[in-house]
């Protein structure tokens, strides 16, 4: 199994080599393209202007634009939490029997009786 496993991190790694190595040869493909050409020459009179001529390049070439990274995408949804605020009218009612007769003993109290 460890064989294995070494093996593919050896391919692995070999198959990002090449790519490399394609794209650098890519680029001299550019290099020889444009060494190849023509020069272009212009025959122009002195009081006629050329506006429309225009020499490019191929800038859009994707293989020369490419580029690994490590980018991965999050497909993971977002949770938003949102704060909800409820406002409570506050309810002030207290009422409170007096009694001057004393009904027994509270064993939970440490002092004598108090009457009120």
Same mark, same amino acid.
Request: hydrophobic share 40%.
């Given at each position: 199994? $460890?064989? $294995?496993? +070494?093996?593919?991190?050896?391919?692995?790694?070999? +198959?990002?080599? #090449?790519?490399?190595?394609?794209?650098?040869?890519?680029?001299?493909?550019? +290099?020889?393209?444009?060494?190849?050409? $023509?020069?272009?020459?212009?025959?122009?009179?002195?009081?006629?202007?050329?506006?429309?001529?225009?020499?490019?390049?191929?800038?859009?070439?994707?293989?020369?634009?490419?580029?690994?990274?490590?980018?991965?995408?999050?497909?993971?949804?977002?949770?938003?939490?949102?704060? +909800?605020?409820?406002?409570?009218?506050?309810?002030?009612?207290?009422?409170?029997?007096?009694?001057?007769?004393?009904?027994?003993?509270?064993? #939970?109290?440490?002092?004598?009786?108090?009457?009120?």
């Amino acid at each position: 199994m $460890k064989k $294995k496993i +070494i093996v593919v991190n050896f391919l692995m790694s070999l +198959i990002v080599l #090449a790519s490399m190595l394609f794209q650098t040869v890519h680029s001299y493909e550019h +290099i020889i393209k444009q060494i190849s050409e $023509k020069p272009c020459q212009h025959h122009t009179s002195e009081n006629q202007k050329e506006i429309t001529h225009h020499h490019s390049t191929d800038a859009q070439c994707d293989i020369c634009h490419f580029a690994f990274s490590a980018y991965i995408p999050s497909t993971f949804q977002t949770v938003v939490f949102q704060k +909800i605020e409820l406002t409570v009218k506050p309810l002030y009612v207290f009422t409170q029997s007096v009694s001057t007769f004393f009904k027994g003993s509270l064993f #939970a109290l440490r002092a004598p009786p108090a009457l009120l």
